[in-house]
């Protein structure tokens, strides 16, 4: 279970790692990251960790022969479903949480460490002599710098094509706003040119002091690739969102889907355990290879059939309310035959 763990850990550094690349961040900026990216993996590292751990303890057991001999001395291999059964329950109550609460928190954080990071890393990314075009039809340029200070700035805001904005300045600063998708121009002595296309007026307003506020949000609140834009919401949010007329029905199936999961999810925790116990009872080697085999095929069988049966909701050939539940369905019914099988081979 522990190695298990470490494996996923290792590989959300990796992604981590891969999303900061080229952000200013600082490295307790990558600290909070791994600690926000956490609580929404933990919806599927729980279970299969649990899987994992009883194959890997009930496998030793059969390994040992302790099975034969309990069954010898008339206790029903049925008793080995215990201690998994109470681990499942208790670590689904945690798995729950962590999907319920713990997602929405991980997710808002990261998206917050982002943002930052990506305004600072604009604000503070300005290449003097070189123009600088971070949204579409504004473009900005300084011929030199002194301390903090960048010299002689030329500001073109060309968005609006019928009144376009030149702002000159001798001095200014470029710095991060309150707002994370907030970049600000601290501009000092200088004059703002402002040209009426339809009227051909030209303007010139000269000013001391002057600051220019650019909205980069679609630069700075890009999520994360691995991040749903339905994880930040809590439950609530999402039950709202799930009957909104005013989304789409693709949408709406989507919230509901996954609304639900925040639940099947942890329920999972509990039939991967029980599961595991008839999967890795045997008395070969070759058996306890089978279980981890059948292992992994449990975990892929359900992820791939949770996201067929979502795709049949949203087209409307499923009951959306159902999706999220199927596979956990289909798992106890596997186990209901497994663990009759169990029993019959120990009669």
């Known amino acids: 279970m522990s190695l298990f763990f470490v494996v996923v850990a290792f590989a959300q550094v990796l992604k981590v790692s891969d999303t900061v690349t080229g952000l200013s961040v600082t490295g307790f900026e990558i600290l909070q990251a791994l600690i926000?990216?956490?609580?929404?993996?933990?919806?599927?590292?729980?279970?299969?960790?649990?899987?994992?751990?009883?194959?890997?303890?009930?496998?030793?057991?059969s390994s040992d022969r302790e099975i034969i001999?309990?069954?010898?001395?008339?206790?029903s291999p049925l008793q080995l479903l215990g201690i998994p059964a109470v681990t499942g329950v208790l670590l689904a109550g945690v798995?729950?949480?962590?999907l319920i609460y713990g997602e929405p928190w991980g997710v808002r954080g990261l998206n917050e460490v982002f943002q930052q990071s990506a305004q600072r890393a604009l604000a503070s990314?300005?290449?003097?002599?070189?123009?600088?075009?971070?949204?579409?039809g504004v473009t900005f340029m300084a011929q030199g710098k002194e301390g903090d200070e960048l010299l002689e700035v030329v500001f073109a805001d060309r968005r609006d094509g019928e009144r376009p904005i030149v702002i000159s300045a001798r001095r200014g600063k470029v710095a991060a706003g309150d707002n994370t998708s907030d970049i600000i121009f601290d501009l000092k002595d200088g004059a703002i040119v402002l040209h009426d296309q339809k009227s051909d007026l030209i303007r010139v307003l000269r000013f001391d002091e002057s600051r220019y506020r650019l909205d980069v949000g679609r630069l700075v609140n890009k999520r994360p690739k691995t991040v749903s834009s339905l994880q930040h919401m809590t439950m609530g949010q999402l039950l709202t969102y799930s009957q909104n007329p005013d989304k789409s029905r693709k949408n709406r199936v989507r919230a509901t889907v996954f609304l639900h999961r925040k639940i099947a999810l942890p329920i999972a925790t509990l039939v991967f355990a029980l599961l595991a116990v008839p999967l890795a009872v045997g008395g070969t080697s070759s058996?306890?290879?089978?279980?981890?085999?059948?292992?992994?095929?449990?975990v892929?069988?359900?992820?791939?059939l949770g996201r067929a049966v979502e795709m049949a909701a949203r087209t409307g050939n499923f009951p959306a309310l159902l999706a999220a539940w199927v596979p956990d369905?289909?798992?106890?019914?596997?186990?209901?035959?497994?663990a009759t099988r169990m029993k019959r081979g120990f009669a």
Request: with cysteine; net charge positive.
């Open 125 to 136: 990314g300005v290449r003097v002599g070189k123009f600088n075009e971070w949204v579409s």
């Open 69 to 75: 001999a309990m069954s010898a001395g008339g206790r």
């Open 95 to 98: 798995c729950a949480w962590m």
């Open 36 to 61: 926000y990216s956490f609580p929404p993996l933990m919806g599927l590292l729980i279970p299969v960790s649990l899987l994992f751990a009883t194959l890997l303890a009930v496998g030793r057991m």
């Open 329 to 338: 369905i289909i798992g106890i019914i596997v186990f209901a035959i497994l």
């Open 287 to 298: 058996a306890r290879a089978r279980g981890f085999l059948y292992s992994a095929g449990i």
């Open 300 to 304: 892929g069988t359900y992820y791939y």
